[in-house]
Structures are given as C-alpha cells and as structure tokens.
T-cell receptor
Framework: GAVVSQHPSRVICKSGTSVKIECRSL??????MFWYRQFPKKSLMLMATSNEGSKATYEQGVEKDKFLINHASLTLSTLTVTSAHPEDSSFYIC????????????FGAGTRLSVL | SQQGEEDPQALSIQEGENATMNCSYKTSINNLQWYRQNSGRGLVHLILIRSNEREKHSGRLRVTLDTSKKSSSLLITASRAADTASYFC??????????FGAGTTVTVRA
C-alpha cells in the first residue's frame, strides 16, 4: 500500500513553455501533498505544501506564480512550471501523507525536467 | 529549511560489512525518520523513531536517537550491493513538514 505515482518521469521542453507534473496517491487519500526540488547530490528543498481544496503554502523564496500548484482532489496534486527557463531544470519530487497516524511521507519517483 | 546534517557525506564499504551513518539536528522534534533514495528515483521510507524512543530495529536496520545530543544514527548490518543508495534523515518538528539532511551516499562493493 501507500503508492504515489508521479508523471511524467522525464520531460524536455523549450524555454518559455509550461510543464505540468502530476502526483497521484493510488491507494490512499492524501490530505496533504508536498512538492520538493532536488539539485544534484543535494538534499530535498521543500517548495510548497498542498492541501486538498485550499491554496498551497509556499516556502520562502519560491515564486507561487512560477510554480502553480493545484490540489483538486484527495488523490491528485499538480505542479505547473510556467514559462520554464533553463535555471528551472531540476529533479522535482512529490510526496503525500495520509493524515492518519505518523507523519510518514510516501514519495513519487520524481520528474527530471530539462529546459533547453 | 534544512535541519538535519548527515555524516559522512559518502561511505564505501565491502559487501557483508556494516555501514553506519549519523544525523545531527538543531530543534526539538516529534520524531526522526530515515529515507533511502536510489539514483534518480524518489525516496522510500525506512524507519521512524519517536522522540521518546532510544533505539529501534527493522530487519538489518538499527536506528538510535539521542535527543540530549540531538543526534541519530542508522546502522545497516551485513550490507549488500542492493543497499547502494543515498540515505537521508528527516526530522519532524511537530508541523507535518519534514526537514531533510543532505544525505549520505553509500556504495557497497561486491
């Protein structure tokens, strides 16, 4: 149980285009989902916390108009990188918590974004 | 913000040996968790230890927690090539957000 699916796994796009990444909890309802960015050989940097039916909470320094987050249902959150630029190239990972019991996060497999 | 710091940054061992890595943190926590990440993949939860626990075991994993020193250790016994991965500690400071350390990269040589 506790499977999180993240799609796509890899995307290459041209500068100026927008890219949408989906994160789905397959076998549980996720009250909260998190979006992280990870640089090579570095830790995860929390970008935002997404709660179903409400606006996402962004971490300091993360542009909310640049990284649009929508948590439309208890099983789906999307991250849209708008007007992507080469500096947005990174590994983006989502995670989800069920809201029951311990705060264990279940992670998607990540999305490698390359902006040309 | 990043709170946990792992030590060492990288570790290379022979198959069958034990691997030990440490994590230090700064603020009070509800629990501390260890995750594993294979290259280019998401993280997988390994084990959680609560702030009132001192030691926990799961299979070949042993985790200790010393809240007075704000530190934790992860021991992997009888390592296998498949244990090659990056290991992250994550602290839960009561607000549902996890703060991850920079990770320890473990390479197990066959």
């Amino acid at each position: 149980g506790a499977v999180v699916s993240q799609h796509p796994s890899r995307v290459i796009c041209k500068s100026g285009t927008s890219v949408k990444i989906e994160c789905r909890s397959l076998d549980f309802q996720a009250t909260t989902m998190f979006w992280y960015r990870q640089f090579p050989k570095k830790s995860l940097m929390l970008m935002a916390t997404s709660n179903e039916g409400s606006k996402a909470t962004y971490e300091q320094g993360v542009e909310k108009d640049k990284f649009l987050i929508n948590h439309a249902s208890l099983t789906l959150s999307t991250l849209t990188v708008t007007s992507a630029h080469p500096e947005d190239s990174s590994f983006y990972i989502c995670s989800a918590v069920s809201g029951r019991g311990e705060n264990i996060q279940y992670f998607g497999a990540g999305t490698r974004l390359s902006v040309l | 913000s990043q709170q946990g710091e792992e030590d060492p940054q990288a570790l290379s061992i022979q198959e069958g040996e034990n691997a030990t890595m440490n994590c230090s943190y700064k603020t009070s926590i509800n629990n501390l968790q260890w995750y594993r990440q294979n290259s280019g993949r998401g993280l997988v939860h390994l084990i959680l230890i609560r702030s009132n626990e001192r030691e926990k075991h799961s299979g070949r994993l042993r985790v200790t927690l010393d809240t007075s020193k704000k530190s934790s250790s992860l021991l992997i016994t009888a390592s296998r090539a498949a244990d090659t991965a990056s290991y992250f500690c994550a602290t839960d400071p009561h607000d549902y957000k996890l703060s991850f350390g920079a990770g320890t990269t473990v390479t197990v040589r066959a």
